[in-house]
């Protein structure tokens, strides 16, 4: 079946809980994709940036999602020592920015970034809101540390960061995370399966090859 050229809108944060519980589905999806259909990642931005607590109610609410996460998406774990081991704050826009900044120095990067800052907050206990861990977290993965930092303070990293975030409103892709299939001046938005890649794909083929 040959399918028409398309694009696939992967729209996330790596600091979104859900995101953390669909990525093993997400890329059993991605390795069955049709090779035509380009695949672009999109940073929606979760929360902006702010040096306040994250309210205890808010706390609680968060650790709520993350028990049901775990027991809707089997094989998914959090560690909740994070809300005893750090401070939380109600802010993504440093991870995302951190993403954009990774990418810089290669595409491969972008999702090499948005894994570890998944893995320090959800498995290690560190706190990616935190400009220290991200920067800790370019190391570990290989970034030029130097070059990461200039990019990652760059003002058009957070241009491209609100680029990013108006694309995903155009897509109307406001909740994380969303996949939205482009083909020519159509969108569809593909439901979520956070169990199962097969619904998602069987969508994808059947709308890019009709």
């Not at 990067?109 to 861990?133: L, V």
């Not at 996949?179 to 569809?188: G, I």
């Amino acid at each position: 079946m040959v399918c028409k050229a398309a694009t696939l809108y992967y729209v996330h944060d790596p600091m979104c809980s859900w995101c953390w519980g669909f990525a093993p589905v997400l890329a059993d999806l991605l390795d069955k994709l049709p090779s035509s259909i380009q695949v672009k990642r999109l940073l929606g931005g979760l929360a902006v940036d702010t040096d306040e607590p994250m309210p205890q109610s808010m706390q609680k609410m968060l650790q709520e999602t993350w028990r049901r996460i775990e027991h809707k998406i089997p094989g998914t774990h959090f560690n909740f020592d994070f809300w005893s081991n750090c401070a939380p704050r109600r802010a993504t826009y440093a991870a995302c920015r951190a993403v954009i900044a990774a990418r810089q120095q290669d595409n491969a990067f972008d999702e090499r970034m948005t894994k570890a800052i998944q893995r320090a907050y959800y498995q290690q206990a560190r706190n990616p809101s935190d400009d220290e861990t991200l920067l800790e977290l370019a190391v570990e993965i290989g970034l030029d540390k130097e070059r990461f930092t200039e990019d990652f303070y760059a003002q058009q990293t957070q241009q491209q960061l609100q680029d990013e975030i108006n694309r995903s409103r155009e897509l109307y892709a406001e909740s994380f995370p969303s996949l939205v299939l482009q083909q020519d001046s159509s969108n569809w938005p593909v439901p979520i399966d956070y169990l199962d890649s097969a619904p998602m794909l069987s969508m994808i083929e059947s709308i890019s090859s009709g």
